[in-house]
């Protein structure tokens, strides 16, 4: 299958996955779980080893593990789009040929954090990425993790040269900017929406989906927001998404994914553990945060 075929497929909820942890290990039993569950509720992909999945604590074996068991468990039933970002070129390139050894759909890429490069060089690290292997690469941007933003006319120049580099996830925030994007890049290239908050009016500006933190305890209610627009239905998914508002804010509450991974001990779908840097949540924010699942009906 070539990569605009594959490209078709990107479209809908994706889940940026957690990575549960037990005793200091990828717990892959609940790990399997979780995929098995956001796949019978409808998610129309997954996205193992992004910022959700804790990856910046993943060793390289770790990474690569918490990919296969994805893929192997997915089965092909739907898409699945392995984190393989780095900010060593060198490294990026190794963990997408890894993804594309096993089996992944694509690969999700994030600019290079820490290091800042200018746009000539985020031009350049994914023109080597692009060059090096033959899976779609989703570029990722989110200036609020890497102070980096990755400006409209650079992603457009990456997408109208490199058939391999088929869509981004944009996760600014900023409509404006996703409505750049989509303006200067071939209709083909797929912008996901990488912010829940926003995700639904980047529909409206032609976003083809959401990679959803919140999917990972309510996979049902974000699909169901994506085929209703899809469906034509703008009332029904313009209600879900207002009905989902509270739970997105709950999932920024602190750091993410902090609030999601308690909100998901909270539903009994894994251990609360978090690796060090990033510890439990406040006493007071996780009744808030309790409080807000009871009332969104995914906690009684």
Not at 28 to 52: D, M, N, S, Y
Not at 159 to 172: C, H, L, Q, S, Y
Not at 186 to 204: I, K, Y
Request: aromatic residues 6%; charged residues 20%; proline residues 6%.
């Amino acid at each position: 299958m070539d990569t605009n075929q594959q490209a078709n497929g990107f479209r809908g909820a994706f889940t940026a996955l957690l990575t549960p942890f037990r005793d200091g290990k990828v717990d892959e039993e609940a790990f399997r779980r979780l995929i098995e569950q956001q796949i019978e509720q409808g998610i129309h992909g997954l996205v193992p080893c992004g910022t959700t999945g804790e990856s910046a604590t993943l060793s390289h074996a770790e990474h690569e593990a918490v990919i296969r068991i994805c893929v192997e468990q997915t089965r092909g039933r739907v898409p699945v789009v392995a984190g393989a970002g780095s900010n060593n070129t060198s490294e990026a390139i190794a963990l997408t040929r890894f993804a594309q050894s096993v089996g992944a759909d694509g690969v999700l890429h994030i600019t290079p954090y820490y290091n800042k490069p200018t746009q000539e060089g985020l031009y350049r690290h994914f023109k080597a990425i692009a060059e090096a292997v033959e899976i779609p690469c989703i570029l990722y941007n989110v200036p609020g993790r890497t102070s980096c933003n990755m400006q409209p006319e650079t992603v457009a120049r990456l997408a109208r040269e490199f058939p391999n580099i088929v869509g981004i996830k944009e996760a600014t925030g900023d409509m404006a900017q996703g409505a750049k994007v989509i303006e200067l890049c071939p209709e083909s290239f797929r912008v996901l929406s990488g912010d829940d908050l926003t995700a639904f009016p980047l529909f409206a500006l032609g976003g083809c989906g959401v990679i959803s933190v919140t999917a990972n305890i309510a996979p049902g209610a974000v699909a169901s927001m994506w085929n209703a627009w899809t469906a034509g239905n703008v009332e029904e998914a313009r209600r879900i998404h207002y009905r989902l508002l509270p739970l997105h804010r709950a999932m920024f509450m602190e750091t993410n994914p902090i609030p999601v991974k308690t909100a998901a001990a909270m539903l009994g779908l894994m251990p609360l553990e978090l690796r060090l840097p990033l510890v439990e949540m406040a006493p007071a924010n996780r009744d808030k945060l309790a409080e807000t699942l009871k009332a969104g009906g995914c906690l009684k």
